[in-house]
C-alpha cells in the first residue's frame, strides 16, 4: 500500500476550547507547505454585506518546551 503524501495539504478542527465570546479561533490546525509544517487558526465572520466567510492566520509551530525534571541524589 503507498504511503499517504500530506505535502501542500491541511486540516482544520473545531476548537473545542472556544466560548461564546471569545476572541480564540473557531478552528485550529496544521498545513504542510512544501515539507515545513505551519499552524493554522480560523475565524467563522460575516462582512458588512451579511456574506459569510472564514479568515485565517498561518504561523510558524509552537516549539515544545523541554520540561527538566528533577533528579534526587
Known amino acids: 500500500m503507498p504511503e499517504y503524501d500530506n505535502e501542500n495539504r491541511g486540516v482544520l478542527f473545531p476548537n473545542k476550547y472556544k466560548e461564546d465570546g471569545d476572541k480564540k479561533p473557531n478552528y485550529t490546525g496544521s498545513v504542510d507547505v512544501q515539507g515545513e509544517q505551519w499552524r493554522l487558526a480560523a ?31
Open 43 to 73: 475565524w467563522e465572520n460575516t462582512s458588512k454585506n451579511g456574506v459569510k466567510y472564514i479568515s485565517l492566520v498561518v504561523s510558524e509551530p509552537k516549539e515544545k518546551e523541554e520540561v527538566e525534571e528533577e533528579v534526587p541524589f
